[in-house]
């Protein structure tokens, strides 16, 4: 007697299982009469909305937006679907409730198939979105004989296709791009040695095999709707796949180990409609190609730029070769920012930036020349870096007429370490907020950095406070409060 698909997905050895003890659960619970709860008065309609939220994820217009494994979303129609009957007919009719499919690793593909199917048709013709956990190699065969043929026959219904698998296996998730995809806004590809739940992770792995085995040049034929790329550790589609042009492409983020120069450059030309641009990688060789000026490059559109380490030494070496007239947020990440002195003179004139953040950096007295070009900035956040007492001095200055950034409204220092001979200074900028005194200046009307609101957040190991200038800062942080926020040790 052959078994429904839901009853084999209660059996599957899948972490939605657990399903199973929340039916048993409520077996057990005795019948009730519901009629007066004011919830059973709200029409199917309306249900359907409330139940939506529990299915929803991050929106792909977010820029940096990561699309990670949610297992709750993935049990969220089954559990609304198990509390009464008149829950399960609403919930089973709204086709968009099933839109999240979850592809976790190591799992029967007798139990992935019927798990698939059920899916496919309570969710109609509505977009999904397919998440893979992990592929690991040793489960590709099973995936390519049965969990990857079911996914290809809903192609046509794909919006975003997020995987992290291990190097062998990449060949085999790109070739389920290579033919058209008219929905699909979002595809976010990482190979990593091992599974991760933090992030990206930027490997040194050898991909010539995927390279061998792979065709790039049929890589996304057709996908009028793309909206958001992300490629993690996948260098063989970035040699062909820059020659073709993705209309609709707003969010462009590649994290490679090595990336030629030539193929970033190549990249930003011809897709010059992004709105936001992310390029990390641990080096950028100059090819051939590009022993000369890359060229005048457009982007009207950029909103926000992030570099990192190899990308930052392009524009280092080319500080006006891009034009981007709109960008408002700039994140700088492993590099020295002494040498982009040219780069920062260059947005300066050019650009609308607001927004400066800078991440995993030594700001040393070099520095200090090279960030002051920025005069315009309002946010500055400094994560994980070293300032020193010169640099500190700065930020903090009292004198008005001497602040490296007159505008700036918010400055954030988080796990930043500060130079000993500058805590001194930190306990100044503590006290001068008590008399934070007016909010601009009353010639020129423009606001000073006294009002800034400030989130000092130092490691206690590194601090150099002295028990007594905490207890004072704790004193003054309790007075001042909205004013600043020190946390301090």
């Not at 996304?220 to 993690?232: G, N, R, W």
């Given at each position: 007697?052959?078994?429904?698909?839901?009853?084999?997905?209660?059996?599957?050895?899948?972490?939605?299982?657990?399903?199973?003890?929340?039916?048993?659960?409520?077996?057990?619970?005795?019948?009730?009469?519901?009629?007066?709860?004011?919830?059973?008065?709200?029409?199917?309609?309306?249900?359907?909305?409330?139940?939506?939220?529990?299915?929803?994820?991050?929106?792909?217009?977010?820029?940096?937006?990561?699309?990670?494994?949610?297992?709750?979303?993935?049990?969220?129609?089954?559990?609304?679907?198990?509390?009464?009957?008149?829950?399960?007919?609403?919930?089973?009719?709204?086709?968009?409730?099933?839109?999240?499919?979850?592809?976790?690793?190591?799992?029967?593909?007798?139990?992935?198939?019927?798990?698939?199917?059920?899916?496919?048709?309570?969710?109609?013709?509505?977009?999904?979105?397919?998440?893979?956990?992990?592929?690991?190699?040793?489960?590709?065969?099973?995936?390519?004989?049965?969990?990857?043929?079911?996914?290809?026959?809903?192609?046509?219904?794909?919006?975003?296709?997020?995987?992290?698998?291990?190097?062998?296996?990449?060949?085999?998730?790109?070739?389920?791009?290579?033919?058209?995809t008219a929905r699909l806004r979002t595809i976010q590809l990482s190979v990593q040695q091992e599974q991760t739940h933090r992030g990206f992770r930027i490997l040194d792995v050898d991909l010539e095999e995927v390279e061998a085995s792979f065709d790039a040049v049929a890589f996304?034929?057709?996908?009028?709707?793309?909206?958001?790329?992300?490629?993690?550790n996948i260098a063989p589609v970035w040699k062909t796949w820059h020659a073709a042009i993705q209309p609709s492409l707003q969010m462009l983020q590649v994290l490679q180990n090595v990336i030629p120069t030539s193929t970033l450059w190549a990249l930003l030309r011809r897709h010059?409609?992004?709105?936001?641009?992310?390029?990390?990688?641990?080096?950028?060789?100059?090819?051939?190609?590009?022993?000369?000026?890359?060229?005048?490059?457009?982007?009207?559109?950029?909103?926000?730029?992030?570099?990192?380490?190899?990308?930052?030494?392009?524009?280092?070496?080319?500080?006006?070769?891009?034009?981007?007239?709109?960008?408002?947020?700039?994140?700088?990440?492993?590099?020295?920012?002494?040498?982009?002195?040219?780069?920062?003179?260059?947005?300066?004139?050019?650009?609308?930036?607001?927004?400066l953040e800078l991440r995993s950096i030594t700001l040393a007295d070099s520095a200090v020349t090279a960030v002051a070009a920025l005069e315009r900035l309002e946010h500055v956040e400094i994560k994980n870096a070293f300032l020193t007492a010169a640099l500190f001095e700065r930020?903090?200055?009292?004198?008005?007429?001497?602040?490296?950034?007159?505008?700036?409204?918010?400055?954030?220092?988080?796990?930043?370490?500060?130079?000993?001979?500058?805590?001194?200074?930190?306990?100044?900028?503590?006290?001068?907020?008590?008399?934070?005194?007016?909010?601009?200046?009353?010639?020129?009307?423009?606001?000073?950095?006294?009002?800034?609101?400030?989130?000092?957040?130092?490691?206690?190991?590194?601090?150099?406070?002295?028990?007594?200038?905490?207890?004072?800062?704790?004193?003054?942080?309790?007075?001042?409060?909205?004013?600043?926020?020190?946390?301090?040790?």
């Open positions: 007697m052959s078994r429904s698909p839901h009853e084999i997905l209660c059996e599957g050895n899948f972490p939605m299982n657990e399903l199973r003890g929340d039916l048993v659960a409520l077996s057990l619970i005795p019948p009730h009469d519901f009629s007066n709860v004011p919830i059973s008065i709200l029409p199917d309609e309306l249900l359907c909305e409330i139940f939506s939220y529990e299915v929803a994820g991050p929106d792909d217009s977010q820029h940096g937006a990561i699309f990670k494994v949610n297992l709750q979303r993935a049990k969220a129609p089954f559990v609304i679907s198990t509390v009464c009957q008149r829950w399960r007919e609403a919930c089973c009719s709204r086709a968009k409730l099933w839109h999240y499919i979850l592809i976790p690793n190591r799992q029967p593909t007798e139990f992935m198939s019927a798990y698939l199917q059920l899916v496919f048709g309570r969710s109609r013709d509505a977009s999904l979105d397919i998440i893979f956990g992990y592929v690991e190699e040793e489960w590709i065969e099973e995936y390519e004989r049965q969990v990857f043929p079911l996914l290809v026959t809903q192609r046509h219904r794909w919006r975003r296709l997020v995987a992290e698998m291990e190097p062998e296996v990449a060949p085999n998730l790109l070739r389920l791009l290579c033919a058209p996304l034929p057709d996908a009028p709707s793309m909206y958001c790329v992300t490629m993690v010059s409609q992004v709105k936001f641009v992310a390029l990390h990688a641990t080096e950028c060789p100059v090819t051939s190609a590009d022993e000369h000026h890359p060229g005048d490059i457009c982007l009207p559109q950029l909103k926000k730029l992030w570099l990192r380490a190899g990308p930052a030494a392009m524009f280092m070496a080319h500080p006006t070769a891009v034009l981007m007239p709109t960008l408002r947020t700039l994140i700088l990440g492993r590099y020295s920012v002494a040498k982009l002195h040219a780069f920062f003179r260059h947005l300066h004139a050019t650009s609308s930036l607001r927004r930020l903090v200055q009292s004198d008005v007429g001497n602040v490296m950034w007159p505008r700036v409204r918010n400055l954030k220092l988080v796990a930043t370490q500060v130079a000993t001979a500058a805590t001194e200074c930190g306990l100044q900028f503590a006290r001068m907020r008590r008399d934070p005194g007016p909010s601009s200046d009353e010639e020129s009307g423009d606001p000073v950095l006294r009002w800034v609101r400030c989130q000092l957040d130092l490691p206690s190991r590194n601090s150099g406070f002295s028990d007594e200038q905490v207890q004072e800062i704790a004193t003054i942080r309790r007075e001042v409060k909205a004013i600043v926020t020190l946390e301090l040790p």
